[in-house]
């Protein structure tokens, strides 16, 4: 079973940068899409970005498009979130997916990891 990891997240002041990071550990690492979601308090999880294999498909809501940005290290079995020009609108658990494709990602995840927190103060 996929079981992939983030950490990197923390409190930060309005207008800050926090980058996550996600870890998964499998063998063909490269083999598969990542995304991420997050879960504002009150609110149902939503999407955020993703990113293919080979890391040319990037895919970004709408609410973060300019500000996040999404790239993978297959050596490392990681991915990351880079968040500039945070927003208090941001403050959410932040969860990690892998999947078989970016279809999957977008539609149907399973394989989620626990979350990090991000805190957006104003």
């Known amino acids: 079973q996929l079981q992939p990891v983030e950490s990197g997240g923390g409190l930060v002041q309005s207008g800050g940068s926090l980058r996550l990071s996600c870890t998964a550990a499998?063998?063909?690492?490269?083999?598969?899409?990542m995304g991420w979601f997050r879960r504002a308090p009150g609110k149902e999880r939503e999407f955020v970005a993703a990113?293919?294999?080979?890391?040319?498909?990037?895919y970004y809501s709408d609410a973060v498009k300019g500000r996040f940005t999404v790239s993978r290290d297959n050596a490392k079995n990681a991915v990351y979130l880079q968040m500039n020009d945070l927003k208090p609108e941001d403050t959410a658990v932040y969860y990690c997916?892998?999947?078989?494709?970016?279809?999957?990602?977008?539609?149907?995840?399973?394989?989620w990891g626990p979350g990090t927190q991000v805190t957006v103060s104003s």
């Open positions: 499998v063998d063909t690492f490269k083999d598969y899409a």
């Open positions: 990113i293919g294999w080979s890391a040319i498909n990037t």
């Open positions: 997916t892998v999947e078989t494709s970016l279809l999957r990602v977008r539609q149907a995840p399973q394989n």
